[in-house]
């Protein structure tokens, strides 16, 4: 176990969350990180600089993107170690979230450097709060596949799930993804947020047969998805069940634990296994 104060022990890697889209986002408190920063690594280093020329910044900037993290992680490592500040940024919103940072951080950490996050703009929530759908629980996957098969594959594993489910995804892939998303999930609620935080800002709340019946060339700019989750009442497959509890009853498990196991296992009521075995 490792337990660590964040301004403890040197200098912390700063994780900076970016807009994305209105610039006024950008908080004053990340903008006196970068100021007093010695060296600001990114994901795209002419996003970020183009970033920092607007609000009068001039630093030294260093690419660390998904195709060079391990390697750039470690010589964001040495700066730090040799006492330098670095702060990290993606091309906008929060590192890590379907963007670089992971390994970043993950290396950061086995090599007790402490990480701490200046927060800001968030697509996904940007997206899901004024969504109209569940707020209480929800998933956020990001993009999927984009190998059609592959990406069939992901949503039968998410479509038994009940929380909303949250994805991104980019125009030119937007009605593809839509027709999938139905096929799979079936016409569920869903909602696409699009241009977030910008003078274009729209949501378009519908149910998916209506969203896949939108002309894609009205769906300008990074998209967020948000559908919602699974509200049917799995039906009562008798011959599974009554196989599934001849296993296990065979394997020497109680009534009482035969019910739990398949409960939790067809996500089905315990009441309604009990009445098939009492």
């Known amino acids: 176990m490792k337990r660590n104060k964040s301004f403890e022990n040197g200098n912390p890697l700063y994780l900076i969350a970016t807009p994305i889209g209105n610039l006024k986002e950008f908080s004053s408190r990340a903008i006196e990180a970068v100021e007093a920063c010695d060296l600001v690594a990114s994901e795209d280093t002419r996003n970020t600089s183009n970033l920092l020329r607007h609000f009068g910044i001039n630093k030294r900037t260093y690419s660390l993107r998904e195709h060079n993290e391990k390697s750039a992680s470690e010589y964001v490592i040495n700066q730090i ?58 998933y956020f996957y990001g993009f999927l596949s984009a190998k059609h098969q592959e990406a069939i594959n992901e949503l039968k594993e998410l479509k038994n799930r009940n929380e909303t489910l949250i994805f991104y995804e980019a125009p030119h892939r937007i009605n593809d993804t839509l027709k999938i998303l139905l096929e799979v999930l079936g016409d569920r609620l869903a909602v696409i947020g699009r241009e977030l935080t910008k003078i274009n800002e729209e949501f378009i709340r519908g149910t998916l047969t209506e969203l896949v019946e939108i002309d894609p060339a009205s769906l300008k ?7 919602e989750g699974n509200k049917e009442t799995n039906e009562l497959d008798i011959d599974k069940i009554n196989e599934l509890v001849a296993l296990l009853k065979s394997k020497g498990l109680t ?9 939790k296992t ?10 098939l075995l009492y």
């Open 266 to 275: 067809l996500n089905i009521n315990k009441n309604k296994i009990s009445k």
């Open 255 to 263: 009534n009482k634990d035969i019910v739990e196991v398949i409960s």
């Open 81 to 138: 170690k040799e006492g330098k500040k670095v702060v990290y940024m993606s091309d906008a919103g929060y590192p890590g979230i379907s963007d670089p940072g992971y390994i970043l951080v993950k290396e950061c950490i086995a090599n007790d450097i402490n990480v701490s996050v200046i927060n800001g703009s968030s697509a996904f929530l940007s997206a899901l709060i004024p969504s109209g759908l569940d707020t209480s629980h929800f």
């Open 221 to 227: 700019g990074e998209m967020v998805i948000i559908v």
